[in-house]
């Protein structure tokens, strides 16, 4: 049924000059959005990058965005060496537990997977056939799976999308998590400072 235009002139939004509080006026939301500006992305708005280096594991790097709530996002650091060959599989079925199956209930996350520093979380296959495990940097608790990307394994290297698994911190071990690993300062440092001795041999 056509609807004459004049029937929703009522619902058309107009914008009011607002006045907030102490008279000071709040523009409009459309007149402040500068499309060629370049905006934080929801990571840098919200969580903090930290790094894992996994001992005698070269170029095996993990990354870990540590929201303010405690919650962590376990992925693969950018330079990892499986997204220079290419992921074509992500699977969370490692040994004798599947860990797309953990589920947890309740305020408190019961059911969850304990991890620590080294726990395996998923196995990645590359386009060469070379596998690696993605592991747990942290101590905390498996809350989720992220199954979008056994779906469609390119969504890894989109940064906070591509993440492996979800965990939960104990709010008296955030301190100490955090020195465990490294700040994204000193990580850059490490890598240069490994750059450089490469050259050198």
Do not use: W
């Amino acid at each position: 049924m056509k609807t004459e235009e004049g029937d929703l002139s009522q619902f058309y939004y107009v914008p009011d000059d607002i006045f907030a509080p102490g008279n000071v006026k709040v523009s409009d939301i459309a007149d402040e959005f500068d499309p060629e500006k370049k905006y934080p992305s929801v990571v840098d708005r919200f969580f903090t990058r930290y790094y894992y280096i996994r001992p005698d594991r070269q170029d095996e790097d993990h990354m870990v965005l540590l929201h303010s709530n405690r919650i962590c996002l376990m992925c693969l650091a950018p330079g990892h060496v499986a997204f220079e060959k290419g992921i074509t599989s992500v699977t969370y079925d490692i040994g004798n537990y599947d860990r797309s199956k953990n589920a947890v209930s309740g305020k408190r996350k019961k059911g969850g997977m304990h991890l620590q520093p080294g726990t395996a979380l998923a196995l990645v296959t590359c386009s060469d056939g070379s596998e690696y495990k993605v592991v747990s940097g942290i101590t905390g608790k498996l809350i989720e799976v992220n199954q979008r990307i056994v779906d469609d394994p390119s969504r890894m290297g989109s940064e906070g999308e591509g993440y492996v698994a979800i965990v939960l911190s104990k709010i008296e071990k955030i301190e100490g998590i955090k020195t465990s690993l490294l700040t994204e300062e000193q990580y850059r440092k490490i890598k240069m400072l490994n750059k450089e001795f490469c050259r050198q041999m």
